[in-house]
């Protein structure tokens, strides 16, 4: 069955640099969420899209944007990158309206150096 | 507001041994979902199980089974028979039981090591 496909899987960037991470929910998937995961601790909700408009907002800095396009796939775009930002983001999906579950991708591992 | 705890940082057991990972949530919704997530090493999330406020009943999948109990609040999770491949780090989880988002609350994970 087909998964959630973030990419890349690996980035490494230096301090004030920009990143996009992309993300291609499930075919037929309309929610889409992204997760923060810092070294060792739980994933935190930054931010989600149903019918590619936001749904929710969690702890996502100012610096950070996201969108949800036409074929559903998402950006998560971070901008005046710092050491602090290197972690783990996954991307999850899942069918809005019959509260299925969420089912994240592999995820992004994010480098600032 | 909603809140996973998760008391067992870490838990190392003997291949074959049962193991159970406590779960215990808080939340005033009176309809939400309690979920299970392993994250092996490799990093990946993968979902196990999803249960909704009111289905209590347990649930047993293989060598995985789930106790859930709103009089106490916990959602517990055991594995029989463990073994080496089990070793991952477990997070229980929590949304509300609305369409459009279910954004998850996250427990700070159990990490389990199951030697040989």
């Known amino acids: 069955a087909a998964g959630v496909i973030q990419s890349p899987r690996h980035l490494i960037k230096e301090k004030r640099e920009t990143a996009t991470l992309k993300c291609y929910p499930i075919p037929r998937h309309d929610t889409v969420y992204w997760y923060q995961q810092g070294p060792g601790q739980d994933p935190q909700f930054l931010i989600s899209?149903?019918?590619?408009?936001?749904?929710d907002k969690g702890s996502i800095p100012d610096r950070f944007s996201a969108q949800q396009f036409s074929d559903y796939h998402s950006e998560l775009n971070m901008s005046s990158l710092e050491l602090g930002d290197s972690a783990l983001y996954f991307c999850?999906?899942?069918?809005?309206?019959?509260?299925?579950?969420?089912?994240f991708g592999n995820g992004t591992r994010l480098t600032v150096t | 507001a909603q809140k996973v705890t998760q008391a067992q940082t870490e838990i190392s057991v003997v291949e074959k041994e049962d193991v159970t990972l406590d779960c215990v949530y808080e939340?005033?919704?009176?309809?939400?979902?309690l979920f299970w997530y392993k994250q092996p090493p490799s990093g990946e999330l993968v979902f196990l199980i999803r249960?909704?406020?009111?289905?209590?009943q347990n649930e047993i999948s293989g060598r995985y089974s789930w106790n859930f109990q709103k009089s106490t609040s916990s959602f517990n999770f055991t594995i029989t028979a463990s073994q080496v491949v089990d070793s991952a780090v477990y997070f229980c989880?929590?949304?509300?039981?609305?369409?459009?988002?279910?954004?998850?609350?996250f427990g700070k994970g159990t990490k389990l090591t199951v030697n040989p």
């Open positions: 999850a999906s899942s069918l809005g309206q019959r509260n299925s579950p969420l089912h």
């Open positions: 989880a929590l949304s509300r039981g609305q369409g459009g988002s279910e954004k998850l609350v």
């Open positions: 899209f149903y019918e590619k408009m936001q749904s």
């Open positions: 249960r909704n406020s009111f289905d209590e």
């Open positions: 939340t005033r919704d009176t309809t939400y979902y």
